[in-house]
């Protein structure tokens, strides 16, 4: 099983930007795809953006409310995916946790998920 461990997170003010890093160790990063949850008080735990394995074509994903704002990406060499997140709302405040799939294809639901990091908290206030 693979070991994932986030960092990145923190306070920022409405507007600006942060980047999370998920590190990942263990199973052989380049077989599964890769994601990004996050989950705010009171509420469930939701899909924010994936990444496939990049051994060919590389597919993407990205929850509704954070496409164009969010970028998801690996480094393989790394084995480190990350998480470009502009433009952040106050909204966007929750605890971002790192996903490994069970399989090379983007991981769009929590039952798809094999690992989980330990989350980090990310705050945007208004």
């Known amino acids: 099983q693979v070991q994932l461990v986030e960092s990145g997170g923190g306070l920022v003010q409405a507007g600006g930007s942060l980047r999370l890093s998920c590190a990942a160790s263990?199973?052989?990063?380049?077989?599964?795809?890769m994601g990004w949850f996050r989950q705010a008080p009171g509420k469930e735990r939701e899909f924010v953006a994936s990444?496939?394995?990049?051994?060919?074509?590389?597919?993407?994903a990205y929850a509704d409310s954070v496409k164009g704002r969010f970028t998801i990406s690996r480094d393989n060499a790394k084995n480190t995916v990350y998480l470009q997140m502009n433009s952040l709302r106050p909204e966007d405040t929750a605890v971002y946790y790192c996903?490994?799939?069970?399989?090379?294809?983007?991981?769009?639901?929590?039952?798809?998920?094999?690992?989980w990091g330990q989350g980090t908290q990310v705050t945007v206030s208004s």
């Open positions: 263990g199973r052989t990063f380049n077989n599964y795809g």
């Open positions: 996903a490994a799939g069970r399989s090379t294809a983007v991981v769009l639901t929590t039952n798809l998920v094999e690992s």
């Open positions: 990444i496939s394995w990049s051994g060919g074509n590389t597919n993407y």
